[in-house]
T-cell receptor, first 118, second 112 residues
Framework: GAVVSQHPSRVICKSGTSVKIECRSL??????MFWYRQFPKQSLMLMAT?????????EQGVEKDKFLINHASLTLSTLTVTSAHPEDSSFYIC??????????????FGEGSRLTVL | QQQVKQSPQSLIVQKGGISIINCAYE??????FPWYQQFPGKGPALLIA?????SEKKEGRFTISFNKSAKQFSLHIMDSQPGDSATYFC???????????FGAGTRLFVKA
């Protein structure tokens, strides 16, 4: 099956610093990847849609200057949380659609990244 | 119209029992309805999915029942096991578009 690798799985940083999270599709190509934020015991909140070679599309209320997304290749998207603050602490998850199977609708998820901002 | 309503919020089932989770949607443009299973600290994983041209799909102990006219679908877990304890999300998507709409999730606990 298709595998999405997300790194790091856990990161602790100081307030004011920036943190980069990587999302890689290991055995398929993905023109589109998605970034979610998940609070404890809640559903996945879509933050943005990452498009290879173009700007990301952000959901309403998500600060694009705060959460920088880069999708430089067909297998890699990155989310950078800039000037992180404690309220940015959360579980961040990426997903990808296999461009070789565009009509399936299936999403392949990464393992998630737990960010803790001190 | 973009919402997917999921119930119950939490569910406790005895080992060997049947777990049933329900979802309802509004947008008739949705054409793919997956269920995802998520364990604590992990990303969701596809469990089973259905398209609206069939009323039921079964894979092992997991069955999706789909009612197109009522715009409802449900997940049945037969012979529930403690290892099934997880959070389950229903979802709906339009494969011609990009967004997948997730339900609020159901936390299932199977008692041994």
């Amino acid at each position: 099956g298709a595998v999405v690798s997300q790194h790091p799985s856990r990161v602790i940083c100081k307030s004011g610093t920036s943190v980069k999270i990587e999302c890689r599709s290991l055995d398929f190509q993905a023109t589109t990847m998605f970034w979610y934020r998940q609070f404890p015991k809640q559903s996945l909140m879509l933050m943005a849609t990452s498009n290879e070679g173009s700007k990301a599309t952000y959901e309403q209320g998500v600060e694009k200057d705060k959460f920088l997304i880069n999708h430089a290749s067909l297998t890699l998207s990155t989310l950078t949380v800039t000037s992180a603050h404690p309220e940015d602490s959360s579980f961040y998850i990426c997903s990808a659609r296999d461009m070789g199977r565009p009509n399936t609708g299936e999403l392949f998820f990464g393992e998630g990244s737990r960010l803790t901002v001190l | 119209q973009q919402q997917v309503k999921q119930s119950p919020q939490s569910l406790i089932v005895q080992k060997g029992g049947i777990s049933i989770i329900n979802c309802a949607y509004e947008n008739t443009a949705f054409d793919y309805f997956p269920w995802y299973q998520q364990f604590p600290g992990k990303g969701p994983a596809l469990l089973i999915a259905i398209r609206p041209d069939v009323s039921e799909k079964k894979e092992g102990r997991f069955t999706i029942s789909f009612n197109k006219s009522a715009k409802q679908f449900s997940l049945h877990i037969m012979d529930s096991q403690p290892g099934d304890s997880a959070t389950y999300f229903c979802a709906a998507t339009n494969t011609g578009g990009f967004k997948t709409i997730f339900g609020a999730g159901t936390r299932l606990f199977v008692k041994a």
